[in-house]
């Protein structure tokens, strides 16, 4: 019989229950605890950029429309897109991140549980700071979330908000740096006793590489948010053409950041729908040394293709022919993961439950999305195309239509194990349809927007736009209230009493995928694991016949 861990007395033990659980959660360095509150967070900022959605879909709804002036409109744009990438998709995969990663591993915590702290509660004041930019004098940034110079420098916009922006991203990078230091640590140091990298599940793969992405891409990032910011308040000219320096600059430090950071919030996601569909198909996931060399590939080769967003600035013809090749060679460690998904589904006893419709709506939404990347890899049609409504169609079925979906896939999975709660199926079936379709609609016709050359970042257009413009807020509306039932499901399970406590694995998944999320408690106890696990958890017998 294993020995009962007691958990050691605090500072607060002996205070009023509610005073005593607000200080706990305030204080703690458990990571599930942490991964809780990362997830919290995600959400609380996903309100506030999904309501800013709403604002920008509105105001386009029908052409010169005044529901927002267009210095607010740029402005609500700019935060829109940093707020949806910094504050809800990066702590969302972080959340998942610092909850599954230890116990995927079969560690007890982070290997570094008061930085994993400290990372999280960076992001408060950086949050904080980002939304109080709208109320200075002058208003936040209105540059777009790139804030390409010169618009973004001091000339253009002498507003402090743009300076709160530099500070938030600033406080906001910190946090993702010393967040990828410990998920690179735990991973290499903290696994169960026998568990080789190969035997890794590939959530912890793909965090593995997503973390050293971070690493590299973060701080060249914020290399050139201080070059900005000693630009406007220090009077350096790194961006001032008639002092000698170069606008372009900066378009070449922050797509080096950039580019790999769609692959920094979709690794995570590849890492995620791999669990999924291999638990649902009832069935080991194909081909698992190919889709880690694949996961390799895709961050190594995601360094090389920055300059693919700056095809109409005046490159050499040798700089537009390597990078459009480079964009296009890494369709191919993506297509040998779409493949192994494939395979993996194809002859499957498919249960097709709510994560199981979310994580084959990714793959989907992700193709498609894919092919509009290859598109603008092709150099004569991105300078056509460049600008316009298609970019943002793309993007965003990259991002809603990969990342969103992904998470919300692992949201309808691992929730039974995070609370010992099921969310409702039928309520999921009606948030995966209404996202799914409003995904659809609305990315979908701004590629058509795009080719027929409606141009981005406008308040405004002419009066041929409105009907597709108006099947994008359509599609818009789709989704929020697929969002507001979600978010309505998860309050109504939690403040319900759970029937009877859940099994260890309560989707009946470890016969086959064998991790060791499923091998413990539902919710996890403090301690993750009553005995160390052993690799007869999580190890395949070589001989072992693939359950149908």
């Known amino acids: 019989m294993a020995q009962t861990i007691q958990q050691p007395m605090t500072f607060y033990s002996r205070w009023p229950k509610p005073l ?32 800013m959605a709403g604002m920008i879909r509105t105001q386009l709804a029908v052409p010169d429309n005044t529901f927002l002036r267009p210095e607010l409109y740029n402005e609500i744009l700019t935060l829109h897109g940093t707020i949806m990438i910094f504050f809800v998709a990066m702590p969302a995969l972080a959340g998942f991140g610092n909850y599954l990663v230890p116990i995927l591993i079969g560690a007890r915590d982070m290997a570094f549980p008061r930085l994993n702290a400290f990372s999280f509660w960076l992001l408060v004041p950086s ?89 590299v891409a973060i701080p060249v990032l914020s290399g050139a948010l201080t070059m900005l910011l000693t630009d406007r308040l220090l009077g350096t000219n790194f961006f001032k053409i008639s002092e000698g320096g170069d606008p372009l600059l900066w378009q070449h430090l922050f797509w ?71 964009s296009m060679v890494i369709a191919i460690p993506t297509g040998v993961k779409v493949w192994s998904w494939l395979a993996t589904v194809w002859g499957g006893t ?11 709506g990714f793959v989907a939404l992700f193709i498609l999305g894919g092919m509009g990347g290859i598109f603008l890899a092709n150099v004569p049609l991105d300078l056509s195309l460049h600008d316009t409504y298609f970019v943002v169609g793309h993007f965003h079925y990259v991002f809603a239509g990969g990342t969103v979906v992904a998470l919300l896939a692992a949201t309808y999975f691992w929730f039974p194990k995070m609370t010992g709660r099921f969310l409702s199926e039928k309520l999921g079936t009606w948030v995966f349809w209404l996202f799914f379709l409003g995904v659809l609609l609305s990315f979908m016709v701004m590629h058509f927007l795009g080719i027929l050359g409606m141009p981005r970042r406008v308040y405004t257009y002419r009066p041929e736009f409105t009907t597709l413009n108006q099947l994008v807020t359509a599609g818009y509306g789709l989704q929020l209230i697929a969002g507001l039932l979600l978010l309505f499901d998860i309050l109504r399970t939690l403040l319900r009493k759970p029937a009877r406590p859940l099994p260890p694995d309560p989707w009946g998944v470890n016969e086959v995928q064998k991790t060791l999320d499923w091998v413990t408690a539902s919710p996890p106890p403090p301690y993750n694991f009553e005995r160390t696990p052993t690799p007869d958890q999580w190890r395949h017998a070589p001989s072992a016949e693939v359950a149908r």
């Open 20 to 51: 005593a659980v607000i200080a706990d959660w305030l204080t703690t360095t458990d990571h599930k605890k942490i991964g809780i509150m990362y997830l919290v967070y995600s959400l609380l900022m996903a309100i506030v950029g999904g309501a």
């Open 256 to 326: 080096f950041f950039g580019h790999p950071e769609v692959y920094i919030v979709i690794l995570p996601s590849f890492g995620i729908i791999s669990h999924v569909l291999a638990a649902f198909a009832h069935k080991r996931i194909f081909g698992y040394p190919g889709m880690v060399i694949a996961i390799a590939a895709i961050g190594i080769v995601g360094y090389l293709v920055w300059a693919h967003h700056m095809f109409t600035t005046g490159l050499s013809t040798l700089s537009l022919l390597l990078f459009s090749a480079f």
């Open 350 to 360: 498919i249960r097709f439950t709510t994560p199981m419709k979310f994580a084959l």
């Open 127 to 215: 949050g904080i700071l980002m939304l109080a930019s709208l109320f200075v004098e002058g208003g936040a940034a209105a540059a777009g979330w790139t804030s390409y110079t010169p618009l973004a420098s001091k000339q253009y916009m002498a507003t402090p908000g743009v300076d709160m922006w530099i500070f938030s991203l600033h406080l906001a990078g910190l946090s993702s740096i010393l967040g990828a230091v410990n998920f690179i640590v735990t991973t290499l140091n903290m696994r169960a006793p026998g568990m080789r990298m190969m035997e890794m599940p590939l959530f912890v793969w793909a965090w593995f590489v997503t973390a050293t992405l971070i690493l």
